[in-house]
């Protein structure tokens, strides 16, 4: 039988808050492939940014410099990672942590 299809608030999926992230599975971010014309560092900031709390997504930021990752990679744009989270209004927190580990903004926010 098939489902008639979820709309609005019925297809939004409940956040999850009080999850706990083990070392190996924050890691494991580092090893996620890049869709096409994406750059892999710039794709586990994003993935991460979107997946993570801040105090997670801190752990994931002193992994990923541990690693070698550029923390200022570039889309083809010119623009860093930085200046995509910064143009979002509840992200200071992760502006904050990325400018902690050496992230810069190429733009005006």
């Known amino acids: 039988m098939i489902e008639e299809k979820k709309t609005g608030a019925a297809r939004t ?4 808050t009080d999850e706990f992230w083990t070392d190996e599975r924050v890691q494991g971010f580092l090893e996620m ?12 900031l994003l993935k991460a940014y979107r997946g ?9 930021i002193n992994c990923y410099i541990d690693a070698g990752r550029d ?11 930085l200046d995509h989270v910064s143009r979002h ?18 733009r005006a926010v």
């Open 89 to 106: 209004r509840k992200s200071t927190e992760y502006a904050r942590l990325l400018e902690d580990a050496g992230a810069t903004r190429t």
């Open 52 to 60: 993570m709390l801040p105090d997670t997504f801190e752990r994931l």
């Open 71 to 81: 923390i200022n990679v570039r889309l083809e744009d010119g623009s860093t990672f």
């Open 13 to 16: 999926q409940a956040a999850v």
């Open 33 to 44: 492939l890049p869709p096409e014309g994406m750059p892999a560092d710039y794709n586990v």
